[in-house]
């Protein structure tokens, strides 16, 4: 019979990934750590020792734990980047047709990052970003034969610096994961609307001088409205795009 939780209808599988998961949150393993040997650990989850590595193996693949040859199994760093690796594919799947999807996400999330950002960033950092927006001013300089695609690479590391600043690693992995998805939608509207670049590079400027003003909530307003420009223009112009069918 099934109780009222569900619990009878869990896999062994499932027993050992809940196992673990439950390990790692009161503290019994850590990032490095070793697992138990086989053995005493499927009596301790009480599962099959089959059913013991099946689990293991699908924390592996979610980037929870790895297996190295001849020396057990160990907690990977837990790095967000990693453990969010799936929200990558999801995105793949979404390319291109649907990319004003993700960029709608991405403005949801990059507000909030750009303000925590005003607060947070270092001196550093600023002047890394604005290092970035000069490597844009040079690209600009070649116009008519701009490198776009160096363009787009610099717009993309100027959003994950931000992101970065934020101080949220788990924000700024989803960021990371999102901007990196979006290029091809980016590159399309830079190609097929040549003054974006210079539309571009003058909101990415706005957007760095409230940040050097630290002033939380016009970065968020300079950031949401540079997105949503690129989002309009993609769902606008998404069966132009050659990749789009």
């Known amino acids: 019979m099934i109780d009222e939780t569900g619990a009878g209808t869990r896999s062994q599988t499932d027993v050992v990934i809940d196992g673990i998961k439950g390990m790692l949150t009161r503290g019994e393993l850590h990032p490095g750590s070793r697992l138990p040997v086989e053995k005493d650990l499927a009596a301790q989850l009480g599962v099959s020792r089959g059913s013991l590595r099946e689990g293991v193996r699908a924390l592996a693949t979610l980037g929870v734990l790895e297996t190295r040859q001849g ?3 160990y ?10 690796s799936p929200l990558g594919f999801l995105a793949d799947l979404q390319q291109p047709a649907h990319a004003a999807d993700l960029l709608a996400v991405r403005r949801v999330l990059e507000t909030e990052s ?3 950002a005003a607060t947070r960033l270092s001196d ?3 002047l890394e970003l604005d290092r970035v927006l000069g490597v844009v001013d040079r690209i600009l300089e070649s116009d008519p034969d701009m490198d776009l695609e160096a363009f787009i690479h610099a717009d993309t590391e100027f959003h994950r610096l931000i992101a970065r600043a934020s101080g949220n690693p788990p924000l700024a992995a989803i960021i990371d994961t999102l901007v990196g998805r979006t290029f091809r939608a980016r590159l399309w509207r830079a190609i097929s609307h040549r003054g974006s670049v210079r539309e571009t590079q003058a909101e990415h400027r706005a957007i760095l001088d409230e940040l050097v003003r630290r002033d939380p909530e016009r970065a968020r307003i300079r950031m949401s ?3 949503l420009g690129v989002e309009e223009f993609s769902a606008a112009h998404a069966d132009e795009d050659p990749e789009a069918s």
């Open 124 to 126: 550093d950092e600023i």
């Open 75 to 84: 907690v990977t760093s837990l790095d967000p980047r990693t453990l969010l």
């Open 225 to 227: 409205v540079h997105l």
């Open 114 to 116: 750009v303000s925590l």
């Open 71 to 73: 020396d057990g199994t």
